[in-house]
Each structure stands twice: as C-alpha cells, then as structure tokens.
C-alpha cells in the first residue's frame, strides 16, 4: 500500500498545483466558507484567508469552480488500485499533511 499511498499524493500534489496558474482571492475564501458547515465555519474564519491558502479542502472547491475537477483529474494519473483506494476512502490526498499543501 505504500506505493498507492505515494501514487496519491503525487497526483494530489499536481492537481493542487494547478492554482499556481491563477489568483486565490477573498471571494473564493468566502464563498468556500459559506460552503462549509457551521461549525467547521469557525475553525476556518480563525485561521483565515492566508493560512486557507494551503487547505486542501479550499484549494479544491477553487479548481472545481474553475472547471478543473479533481475526478477525472486523478482517474487519468492514477493507476486502477490506487484509483479505487482514493474513491473508496473519501478522496483523500495520500500522505499529504493537512495545511501543506504548497502554491
């Protein structure tokens, strides 16, 4: 499982990348927060907009508002074990610490 869990994050890693090829902008952040449910509302407002910007979870809903889906995204860069692995467990981002996820 240790090279599926690598396979993952690799392509995880890549897909967030994209959002290098555009501004992350406070909208996007208040939008995403009007998105999340209430209690984890807080938990975000209190880290804020710059500290987001390295959230997995904010950088996703920026690339699917744009069109980049994450789906088929790793379906193409993934092989069908690790595909399955990544669908079965909540599209996680592998071994991918929360927070560090660097633009």
Same mark, same amino acid.
């Given at each position: 499982? *240790? /090279?599926?869990?690598?396979?993952?994050?690799? @392509?995880?890693?890549?897909?967030?990348? +994209?959002?290098?090829?555009?501004? %992350?902008?406070?909208?996007?952040?208040?939008?995403?927060?009007?998105?999340? *449910? /209430?209690?984890?509302?807080?938990?975000?407002? @209190?880290?804020?907009?710059?500290?987001? +910007?390295?959230?997995?979870?904010? %950088?996703?809903?920026?690339?699917?508002?744009?069109?980049?889906?994450?789906? *088929?995204?790793?379906?193409?860069?993934?092989?069908?074990?690790?595909?399955?692995?990544?669908?079965?467990?909540?599209?996680?981002?592998?071994?991918?610490?929360?927070?560090?996820?660097?633009?």
């Amino acid at each position: 499982m *240790p /090279d599926l869990l690598t396979e993952i994050t690799h @392509a995880a890693k890549a897909y967030y990348a +994209q959002t290098n090829d555009f501004p %992350l902008t406070a909208t996007d952040f208040y939008d995403w927060l009007g998105a999340l *449910p /209430d209690a984890r509302q807080a938990e975000v407002l @209190a880290r804020g907009f710059i500290t987001s +910007q390295a959230e997995p979870d904010f %950088l996703r809903y920026c690339l699917e508002c744009r069109g980049y889906a994450m789906r *088929p995204f790793m379906a193409e860069r993934l092989s069908v074990d690790a595909y399955l692995l990544w669908a079965a467990h909540g599209e996680f981002n592998g071994d991918l610490p929360a927070h560090t996820v660097s633009r």
